[in-house]
C-alpha cells in the first residue's frame, strides 16, 4: 500500500490485535510485581525504562490507556486480568 504510507502485514485470524496480544501481557506482570514485592510503581517504572530501554514504563503505559481498557483487552486475547 505505498499510496497512503502504509505497511501491510498479513497475521492470522486470532482474537486482539498484535500490537495488542504481544506487549499487553508485561504492564500486568508488573501489576503482580508491585504487589508481590511492595514495589512503587514509579520505581517499576524506572526500572523498565532504564533497564530495558522501554519509552515508557508499564505502570504509566496501564494509566494512560486505562485499567477498563487494559483489562476488557486482557480478557479478549485470555491474557491475566488486572485483580
Not at 520505581?43 to 504509566?60: E, H
Amino acid at each position: 500500500m505505498r499510496g497512503v504510507g502504509k505497511t501491510a502485514v498479513e497475521v492470522p485470524d486470532i482474537p486482539g490485535f498484535v500490537v495488542n496480544k504481544a506487549p499487553l501481557p508485561l504492564p500486568l506482570r508488573a501489576v503482580d510485581l508491585m504487589q508481590d514485592t511492595g514495589l512503587a510503581p514509579e520505581d517499576v517504572d524506572r526500572c523498565m525504562t532504564l533497564g530495558a530501554g522501554l519509552p515508557m514504563g508499564p505502570i504509566a503505559l496501564l494509566d494512560f490507556v486505562g485499567l477498563d481498557v487494559a483489562e476488557a483487552i486482557g480478557e479478549a486475547i485470555g491474557a491475566p486480568v488486572l485483580s
